[in-house]
Structure formats: structure tokens, C-alpha cells
């Protein structure tokens, strides 16, 4: 038996308890298990972005430029997301959203493998990944093809001699089901692929090595485990082997070798800075940067361990106080993402009641539940009391009053 005494124990004896105090606490008893949708605020965002304003906006303006360091955000932010997901200082760069990197990058591997045509995925990658590659597919005609892998199949079946890229999101989106991506970019190289992973519902949760692994290329978003906030930039990783093979599908002056040259032609900068575009999101990159600026005084080895933990208590609790729940994520924590689902045939208004009970997670059609474990934030306890709420709305069936809320 799991006891609520063994929640608080666990909570003194965390060495990640002292972080919880840098991020904004729920209101009213809130319980936030949604980290896979959007991370808590680092209570410095709102002084750091006002800050920003009133100095760098407000007072110098264009001339922040460079005093504010707002052109070199992009590197830097990138060299902090680094070693939580395995890559080197100079392979990561935040810039733009999750779909646009994952445009540039696919496009990039297939310039570098000319002959091949074919860029796999799996049916039950999150669906934006599939449209950008779909419309990928529409632009380029006869010299792409999108090959979909059935849900539950191996992607290792489906490369052959003609892919060019595998393109897989480390962690289901609805089940929290981890892939192996060691094993996956193997089988890969080994067919002279090359391997793009999406890391959005993975970084800042569970470990991630892409240069142990031999990734070539990665995306990922910054506004969930990481907390970046609302609307945050994306990250994007190009493993240093290939920086300067690849060739920018998006030329923006940003990414050009003399941006304030203002030559006629397009040179691309040397290393990652090649794949920067547009110009940077001041406000956003501030915002994100407090985040990070956490994030860089912990060691990957204890963030892991608590979500680990987080993760293990959530499915003991659900085993112990709602045995008919079936659980849709992995028993195995090798084999799990960032967050645990559960089924329930009328997920969203369950999501609703528990929304009501003060307990915020998230639902994802047909009948999944999901429950995103922050492991900066949340504490043991939390999880205690979030799972005896969601036992007595299924005993006294509750949810079957509450309507649903309208998601994205």
C-alpha cells in the first residue's frame, strides 16, 4: 500500500524540492499535470520581460540590438538546451516553431541524400509532423515520397534503399509510448538513412542522448517540460557532422554569412547559425531564458531520477485506487515518455470533472487521458491528491455531468 505519508516522505527527501520555489505555484490547490501541454511560469518571466521593455524597448530600442544581446538568443539558448538532450555546444539552435524546423530539416536530409526520394513516418506521429511532410511531398513533386508506417509496425521494416530520412516523434503524444531511438537510427545509417527525431514531448523529462545515439538531426518545443511559456520558440539540433553540408531550405538573412552586408546573394553562415531565418522572437527568447537559466544549474542525472519516480508513483497510485482504469501507457519506464495516459470512453468530460476538482490534465481523442509529470515542479504529494480526486469522480460518476471543455 501506497500511503500519503510515503508522498510527504519522498517530497523532504527530494533534492529537486528547493526548484519548486522558482516557478509560480498553482492557485487555489491547483494541481497541474499538464506539463505535456504547457510548463509552469519561472516567477522571473514577468520582471524579466518588464524589464525588457521599459530598458530595451522602450528606452534603447534599435540599439538593443547588440547592447541587449537579443541576435546572439538563438546560439545561446541553444548551447543551455544542450545537454539535456545529449549534443554538443554549437548543434542546437532556438529559432522559430516545431513545424518550421521540421520543414528546414527535412528538406536539408534530403538535399544531402540525392537519389533517395523517401522520407518514412509513422501514422500516429502527431499530426503537424505528417502535414509538413505531406505538403513537403506536394512541393517537390516526383523527387519525394511520403511512406506512412501503420500503427504498431516497426519503422525499421519500412526503410529500404530508397529512404532518405527517417522522421519519428521519440514519445507518442497520446500514449507516452518511448521508441528506441538508438536501435531505430541504427537500422537507419545502416540503410544510408539518416534519422530526425522530435523531442516535444521528451526534453526536459525523460533522458535523451541524440549524439550517443548517432541522431543526425532533432526538433522539439520549449513550452512544455521546459517552460518556456506560451507560444515559446522551438529548438532545433544538427549534429555537428553535417552543419555545414546541409543547405538551408528557408534563406533568410539571418542564416546568411554577412547578415548586415546586405548582399544581393544568399551565402549561408558557417556551422548551425545557417539554419536561423527570420528574425528572433526578442520577447519570447527573455521569457525562455529564465527557464533555462534553471535548468542549467541542475544535473540531468536528478531531473531524470524525479521524473522517474513521478512516473512510478502515478501508475502505483492508479493500480491502487482506480484498478479499472486501463492504463494505455508503458508499464516500463524505459519504455515511457513524458507523461502516463489512461482510457476512459468519455475522456474529455473526465478531463472536465477533474478540471472542477481542481486537478488540470489533458484529453486526446478518441479516449485518452493524459497526465504530464514536470519534474521541476510537481511534487509527490501532488500526485496523492490528484489520484483520490480522480477516484471519487469515477466512484460517484461525476464526469458524466460535466461537459466537456473545448481543448486544442
Known amino acids: 500500500m501506497i500511503t500519503y505519508e510515503q508522498c510527504q516522505a519522498m517530497d523532504r527527501a527530494d533534492p529537486l524540492a528547493p526548484v519548486q520555489d522558482l516557478f509560480d505555484r498553482p492557485p487555489g490547490g491547483r494541481i497541474y499535470l499538464d506539463a505535456n501541454s504547457i510548463g509552469a511560469m519561472p516567477k522571473a518571466a514577468p520582471q524579466r520581460l518588464r524589464q525588457l521593455m521599459a530598458d530595451g524597448w522602450s528606452r534603447d530600442r534599435r540599439r538593443s540590438w547588440s547592447t541587449g544581446e537579443w541576435l546572439s538568443a538563438p546560439k545561446r539558448l541553444g548551447d543551455r538546451i544542450a545537454p539535456l538532450i545529449g549534443a554538443a555546444p554549437g548543434e542546437v539552435l532556438v529559432c522559430d516553431s516545431t513545424s518550421i524546423n521540421l520543414f528546414k530539416l527535412l528538406a536539408g536530409a534530403l538535399k544531402l541524400r540525392p537519389g533517395r526520394r523517401v522520407i518514412v513516418s509513422e501514422a500516429g506521429n502527431f499530426p503537424s509532423n505528417l502535414y509538413i511532410a505531406q505538403g513537403l511531398d506536394d512541393l517537390l513533386g516526383q523527387a519525394c515520397e511520403f511512406r506512412l508506417v501503420p500503427e504498431g509496425d516497426d519503422p525499421a521494416g519500412y526503410i529500404d534503399q530508397d529512404t532518405a530520412v527517417l522522421s519519428l516523434s521519440l514519445v507518442d503524444?497520446?500514449?507516452?509510448?518511448?521508441?528506441?531511438?538508438?536501435?531505430?537510427?541504427?537500422?537507419?545509417?545502416?540503410?544510408?538513412?539518416?534519422?530526425?527525431?522530435?523531442?516535444?514531448?521528451?526534453?526536459?523529462?525523460?533522458?535523451?542522448?541524440l549524439?550517443?545515439?548517432?541522431?543526425?538531426?532533432?526538433?522539439?518545443?520549449?513550452?512544455k517540460y521546459l517552460c518556456g511559456g506560451p507560444g515559446a520558440p522551438a529548438f532545433l539540433f544538427t549534429a555537428g557532422r553535417h552543419q555545414d553540408a546541409v543547405k538551408p531550405a528557408l534563406t533568410g538573412w539571418m542564416g546568411h554569412a554577412a547578415q548586415f552586408e546586405f548582399a544581393t546573394g544568399y551565402v549561408p553562415a558557417p556551422g548551425i547559425g545557417r539554419q536561423l531565418c527570420g528574425t528572433p522572437p526578442v520577447l519570447a527568447n527573455a521569457v525562455l531564458e529564465t527557464a533555462l537559466e534553471i535548468w542549467s544549474t541542475l544535473a540531468p542525472h536528478d531531473i531524470h531520477a524525479k521524473h522517474a519516480a513521478l512516473s512510478r508513483l502515478l501508475i502505483g497510485l492508479l493500480d491502487q485506487r482506480c484498478p479499472g482504469v486501463p492504463l494505455v501507457s508503458p508499464r516500463a519506464?524505459?519504455?515511457?515518455?513524458?507523461?502516463?495516459?489512461?482510457?476512459?470512453?468519455?475522456?474529455?468530460?473526465?478531463v472536465e470533472a477533474l478540471a472542477r476538482r481542481g486537478v488540470i490534465c489533458s484529453h486526446r481523442a478518441p479516449d485518452t487521458v493524459r497526465f504530464g509529470l514536470g519534474p521541476l515542479t510537481l511534487r509527490y504529494g501532488d500526485l496523492w491528491h490528484a489520484v483520490d480526486r480522480l477516484a471519487d469522480i469515477l466512484a460517484d460518476e461525476t464526469w458524466r455531468v460535466a461537459a466537456p471543455a473545448s481543448e486544442i
Open 173 to 209: 503524444y497520446r500514449t507516452g509510448q518511448r521508441l528506441h531511438m538508438d536501435r531505430l537510427t541504427q537500422v537507419a545509417h545502416q540503410a544510408g538513412a539518416l534519422a530526425l527525431w522530435d523531442l516535444s514531448h521528451a526534453a526536459g523529462a525523460i533522458p535523451v542522448d
Open 211 to 223: 549524439n550517443a545515439a548517432g541522431a543526425d538531426f532533432a526538433v522539439g518545443c520549449t513550452y
Open 333 to 350: 519506464y524505459g519504455s515511457q515518455g513524458g507523461h502516463i495516459s489512461i482510457s476512459h470512453p468519455d475522456g474529455a468530460a473526465l
